[in-house]
């Protein structure tokens, strides 16, 4: 089945620690998000990527980096300098249309628990 | 910039209750609008969508109406099941945009 796969689905470290959320897809869709959602909150955006070896920030980027060196591939590493990386992370994609892209699939999310 | 904003939940309706959900958005241009729907613990599953003025989107018994005049995009549906228990989120993909605005979500708990 054609899907995004998150992993792992909980996922703890200590404070200072980097860490790699991965995001993998199989449905040959060009653009990759990476969303955080807190707590009552909106989805708010992270990074995103349109194409293979390129990505841009999106509204909340300090502290976080990524990189997209395969179509399938856009794993996220929260480092050190993330000041409350406790949150919900939710990876996605969009197939383009005609040079457009439409909606977005979402993997099931990855719990990042900061102790 | 983009913006939608939701009504505040948590939304409480007894089973077989209509459901009205308000969404609007603030964007330039004419964006695509979505709603989506997450379950506790999991991703987000889209809904439905519209993508011009006037269209209906609809699925699973809920609609919503793109409003152009007003700038809107409630969700609705008509009898209300335990299983529609989840927050409810509206969206939009503004024109050259190329990722989601999303707004904060809003929690609809059904009782039997």
């Known amino acids: 089945d054609g899907g995004i796969t998150q992993s792992p689905k909980y996922l703890f470290r200590k404070e200072g620690q980097n860490v790699t959320l991965s995001c993998e897809q199989n449905?040959?869709?060009?653009?990759m998000y990476w969303y955080r959602q807190d707590p009552g909150q909106g989805l708010r955006l992270i990074y995103y990527?349109?194409?293979?070896?390129?990505?841009q920030k999106g509204d909340i980027a300090e502290g976080y980096s990524v990189s997209r060196e395969k179509k399938e591939s856009f794993p996220l590493t929260v480092t050190s300098a993330q000041k409350n990386p406790t949150a919900f992370y939710l990876c996605?994609?969009?197939?383009?249309?005609?040079?457009?892209?439409?909606?977005?699939?979402f993997g099931q999310g990855t719990r990042l628990t900061v102790v | 910039g983009n913006s939608v904003t939701q009504m505040e939940g948590p939304v409480t309706l007894s089973e077989e209750a209509f459901l009205t959900i308000n969404c609007t958005y603030t964007?330039?241009?004419?964006?695509?609008l979505f709603w989506y729907v997450q379950y506790p613990g999991e991703g987000l599953q889209l809904l439905l969508k519209?993508?011009?003025?006037?269209d209906k989107g609809s699925n699973k018994g809920f609609e919503a109406t793109y409003r152009k005049e007003t700038t809107s995009f409630h969700l609705e549906k008509g009898s209300v099941q335990v299983s529609d228990s989840a927050v409810y989120f509206c969206?939009?993909?503004?024109?050259?945009?190329?990722?989601?605005?999303f707004g904060s979500g809003t929690r609809l708990q059904v009782q039997p």
């Open positions: 996605a994609s969009s197939p383009s249309q005609q040079g457009a892209w439409t909606e977005a699939f």
């Open positions: 449905l040959n869709h060009d653009a």
């Open positions: 990527s349109q194409i293979v070896n390129d990505f």
């Open positions: 964007a330039t241009g004419y964006p695509s």
């Open positions: 519209a993508t011009k003025a006037d």
């Open positions: 969206a939009l993909r503004g024109a050259g945009r190329r990722a989601l605005t």
